[in-house]
């Protein structure tokens, strides 16, 4: 990657940066004032380097923000590396005017780590809460399954079966952001079971599952309906049904680690602990970069498992494959492949 190819993608990342801080204030509106000080700071960034080059660059915060919903990054005066992000990708999308995954998943490339980073936080202040790793996997499954309760029950959370649970949970969930209530509806996605939208053209899942595929949940008062921040219902949640899926499949119970957003053991066949982590993200070039750095933490190599209709397409393990650095000891495997009882012929990337 050249050090211009650098500077750009670091420019679309502050920029991802900002919408996400724009929507995290300004709950009602994506586009209300006054615009977080992150926003503003992109935007002068992109002005300053347009006058460098002389390329045209927004004039203002709200062309920014047209440009982020009608615009693909590909089509900006960029020069991102070939294949860094899928062609079709948007950062607020057009017809549902909220970030999109790819938005969320830029803005953790960030300095400071951004949602995914948030995330991270909120569980590792869980773990400390929890005490123990038992106490802290019940209470991290409880958050997968029940990223947005539609109808909140303060009996149902009394019962002796997830009244601890619950304690140490409750405040990581807030009321659902007023954005997503429209005429008195609160909906959820049965398929991924995160907040979605009802309009004119069809169904919005911030999951992004396919138009059509999906079905709602429909609450009429969306002041009982809870949901977690929106880094844990995309950082964790949205992974964790494919994690869900992968821990039944397992001939053993996996063991968690509490790192980040959670890695899990399970003994391979050579007997070995092996350490893998189940990722469900849009982009594959910027999910390569975040699984380096755990497999670094990990010092390690990590297994990165995806779900099947995600890895199925041939673009998106290039993609992965191409923008992981070269030392870096990470494999992706689909969740069939990771759990299927043969070996698999994938190949194993540098050790790992
Ligand atoms: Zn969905």
């Given at each position: 990657?050249?050090?211009?190819?650098?500077?750009?993608?670091?420019?679309?990342v502050?920029?991802?940066?900002?919408?996400?801080?724009l929507?995290?204030?300004?709950?009602?509106?994506?586009?209300?004032?006054?615009?977080?000080?992150?926003?503003?700071?992109?935007?002068?960034?992109?002005?300053?380097?347009?006058?460098?080059?002389?390329?045209?660059?927004?004039?203002?915060?709200?062309?920014?923000?047209?440009?982020?919903?009608?615009?693909?990054?590909?089509?900006?005066?960029?020069?991102?590396?070939?294949?860094?992000?899928?062609?079709?990708?948007?950062?607020?999308?057009?017809?549902?005017?909220?970030?999109?995954?790819?938005?969320?998943?830029?803005?953790?490339?960030?300095?400071h780590?951004?949602?995914?980073?948030?995330?991270?936080?909120?569980?590792?202040?869980?773990?400390?809460?929890?005490?123990?790793?038992?106490?802290?996997?019940?209470?991290?499954?409880?958050?997968?399954?029940?990223?947005v309760?539609?109808?909140?029950?303060p009996v149902e959370?009394?019962?002796?079966?997830?009244?601890?649970?619950?304690?140490?949970?409750?405040?990581?969930y807030?009321?659902?952001?007023?954005?997503?209530?429209?005429?008195?509806?609160?909906?959820?996605?049965?398929?991924?079971?995160?907040?979605?939208?009802?309009?004119?053209?069809?169904?919005?899942?911030?999951?992004?599952?396919?138009?059509?595929?999906?079905?709602?949940?429909?609450?009429?008062?969306?002041?009982?309906?809870?949901?977690?921040?929106?880094?844990?219902?995309?950082?964790?949640?949205?992974?964790?049904?494919?994690?869900?899926?992968?821990r039944?499949?397992l001939?053993?119970?996996?063991?968690?680690?509490?790192?980040?957003?959670?890695?899990?053991?399970?003994?391979?066949?050579?007997?070995?602990?092996?350490?893998?982590?189940?990722?469900?993200?849009?982009?594959?070039?910027?999910?390569?970069?975040?699984?380096?750095?755990?497999?670094?933490?990990?010092?390690?190599?990590?297994?990165?498992?995806?779900?099947?209709?995600?890895?199925?397409?041939?673009?998106?393990?290039?993609?992965?494959?191409?923008?992981?650095?070269?030392?870096?000891?990470?494999r992706?495997?689909?969740?069939?492949?990771?759990?299927?009882?043969?070996?698999?012929?994938?190949m194993?990337?540098?050790?790992?």
């Amino acid at each position: 990657m050249t050090k211009h190819e650098q500077t750009d993608i670091d420019l679309l990342v502050a920029v991802a940066c900002g919408v996400i801080e724009l929507t995290s204030i300004a709950r009602s509106s994506a586009f209300q004032l006054p615009y977080p000080p992150s926003l503003q700071l992109a935007l002068d960034r992109m002005v300053l380097a347009g006058l460098i080059q002389s390329l045209p660059m927004p004039a203002g915060v709200p062309e920014l923000l047209r440009w982020c919903r009608e615009r693909r990054p590909t089509e900006w005066p960029l020069a991102l590396p070939s294949g860094f992000l899928t062609s079709n990708a948007r950062l607020i999308h057009p017809a549902a005017g909220e970030p999109t995954r790819t938005c969320a998943e830029l803005a953790s490339l960030g300095p400071h780590g951004g949602l995914e980073q948030k995330a991270e936080t909120l569980l590792s202040e869980l773990a400390a809460a929890c005490g123990t790793a038992e106490r802290f996997a019940a209470c991290r499954d409880f958050l997968i399954r029940r990223a947005v309760i539609l109808r909140f029950d303060p009996v149902e959370m009394l019962q002796p079966a997830v009244a601890l649970t619950w304690r140490l949970v409750k405040q990581l969930y807030g009321s659902v952001p007023d954005c997503f209530s429209a005429d008195g509806l609160v909906h959820r996605c049965t398929d991924c079971g995160l907040l979605a939208k009802s309009m004119a053209d069809g169904l919005w899942c911030e999951g992004g599952c396919p138009q059509g595929d999906g079905k709602l949940e429909t609450s009429h008062q969306p002041r009982q309906a809870l949901a977690l921040p929106l880094a844990l219902r995309l950082f964790l949640a949205l992974p964790g049904r494919t994690e869900l899926t992968v821990r039944k499949r397992l001939a053993e119970q996996p063991r968690l680690l509490p790192l980040g957003l959670g890695v899990h053991y399970v003994t391979d066949r050579d007997r070995t602990l092996r350490a893998f982590q189940v990722h469900d993200r849009e982009q594959p070039a910027p999910a390569a970069l975040q699984t380096a750095k755990i497999a670094a933490q990990l010092g390690e190599p990590l297994d990165v498992v995806v779900p099947d209709d995600l890895a199925v397409h041939p673009w998106y393990r290039q993609g992965f494959d191409r923008a992981l650095p070269v030392d870096a000891r990470v494999r992706l495997l689909s969740a069939s492949e990771f759990t299927a009882p043969q070996p698999t012929n994938r190949m194993r990337r540098n050790n790992a």
